[in-house]
Nanobody
């Protein structure tokens, strides 16, 4: 199984940028479809952006399109989330997740489909 640890969260002003990292250990990230989810206080966990096992395809929620970018570095066994033009509504705990899949091209947008989760990192955007 794979163990995931997020880092890079913090407090940033609206319009600013942050880069989150998700470091994997135990197994290579190339074996998994992966994604970022977030959960704001009092709300359900929601899909932010995901990447296929091959790394060739990504899909993001409409709310972050054009602002957030996901990348995966198989050599470092790490996934990144670059967040630009941050808004107060982006404030949440951000989680990375991994899903075992035989498909190299599919992206899963439902939290229930992911088996492995990090502990989360808090992102707070002030207005």
């Amino acid at each position: 199984q794979v163990h995931l640890v997020e880092s890079g969260g913090g407090l940033v002003q609206a319009g600013g940028s942050l880069r989150l990292s998700c470091a994997a250990s135990g197994r290579s990230v190339s074996r998994y479809g992966m994604g970022w989810f977030r959960q704001a206080q009092g709300k359900e966990r929601e899909f932010v952006i995901g990447v296929s096992r091959s790394g060739g395809s990504t899909s993001s929620a409409d709310s972050v399109k054009g602002r957030f970018t996901l990348s995966k570095d198989n050599a470092k066994n790490t996934m990144y989330l670059q967040m630009n033009s941050l808004k107060p509504e982006d404030t949440a705990v951000y989680y990375c997740a991994a899903r075992s899949t035989a498909s190299y091209d599919s992206i899963w947008m439902f939290a229930a489909g992911y088996e492995y989760w990090g502990q989360g990192t808090q992102v707070t955007v002030s207005s």
